[in-house]
């Protein structure tokens, strides 16, 4: 596999992502990568509307442990390729993609970490490939299809509210201009840090993605995203190799969910926060104990 040259960024965003950086043609699309270290992998699955750089305090943390922290950016979001159209973005598509990328880059004995909808994207692709396994770590994520009679979120409603919802996404850049309101503290994503998630998306045309994976969310038992979240359920269940749970407890979206992510892993042991959905800027020394705890055992 080659690993072509990755984008270059401005100054100030190069400095805070000190890894080494590349992509990865897959056929269809490029996915952007960033890596630090040598050992066992431990491949770092973000969600919406984020990319890799959500990982950056955790990958610190680990340094000098033997772990390889790769950290891919979901296509549609950072600086992998950018679908102008919307309707690829299916769960089912993600899974395919990130599979793909797992495949080139030649991973086994992979501690998976995943947060948002790297949960279902991440488990899906091992789901496909269950012996390459060889631990999960589950932070603020859905793992399983939602249960009859489900109400979806503000957020999600708000997804398909017609006109207002793709003025909102597209155009002024809703969710990332906002992602401090889902954190425990919200100083946690400020300054740099939250221009550094608006950055990859700043080009209208190119700003699909972040609507089309809220929209990618189950309104209701029909919609495409059940039946493969039905199959990452039943591999989760199943699945009894090393585990752990760190949860951000002050999380407006998934807060709600942790103790049916627990009842899904009994064998993981769970740590509570009191951090937000992107607990990695708030607890990453947490979330690198439990990938010890896991990885290197």
Not at 48 to 61: C, D, E
Not at 197 to 210: C, G, M
Request: glycine letters at 8%.
């Amino acid at each position: 596999m080659d690993r072509l040259p990755a984008p270059a960024l401005p100054d100030w965003l190069d400095t805070m992502v000190p890894f080494d950086r590349y992509v990865v043609d897959i056929g269809e699309h490029r996915f952007h990568v960033m890596e630090i270290g040598e050992g066992r992998p431990v491949l770092c699955v973000h969600g919406n509307p984020t990319w890799g750089f959500l990982y950056r305090k955790v990958a610190a943390a680990l340094t000098g442990d033997p772990v390889r922290v790769i950290m891919p950016d979901l296509i549609g979001l950072g600086f992998s390729d950018h679908p102008r159209d919307p309707d690829v973005h299916t769960l089912e598509n993600h899974t395919e993609w990130l599979g793909r990328l797992v495949d080139l880059l030649g991973l086994t004995e992979v501690t998976l970490v995943v947060q948002d909808w790297g949960g279902a994207i991440g488990a899906g692709v091992f789901a496909k490939r269950p012996e390459r396994l060889a631990g999960l770590v589950a932070l603020n994520t859905v793992l399983s299809e939602p249960k009859p009679g489900f109400k979806p979120t503000w957020f999600h409603r708000f997804s398909r509210m017609p006109v207002i919802s793709g003025f909102s996404f597209r155009l002024v850049g809703f969710p990332q201009v906002w992602l401090a309101m889902a954190q425990g503290d919200k100083s946690s994503i400020s300054g740099d840090v939250s221009r550094a998630y608006r950055y990859p998306l700043r080009s209208r045309a190119e700003n699909q993605a972040p609507l089309a994976l809220a929209r990618m969310v189950p309104d209701s038992m029909e919609h495409p995203s059940v039946d493969p979240l039905r199959r990452v359920g039943e591999f989760v269940r199943a699945y009894d190799g090393p585990a752990a749970i760190v949860w951000g407890d002050r999380d407006p979206v998934l807060g709600r969910a942790r103790n049916h992510i627990a009842s899904m892993l009994p064998q993981a042991e769970v740590t509570r926060t009191a951090a937000g959905h992107f607990l990695q800027e708030e607890v990453p020394q947490e979330i690198a104990a439990a990938i010890r705890r896991v990885t290197l055992i």
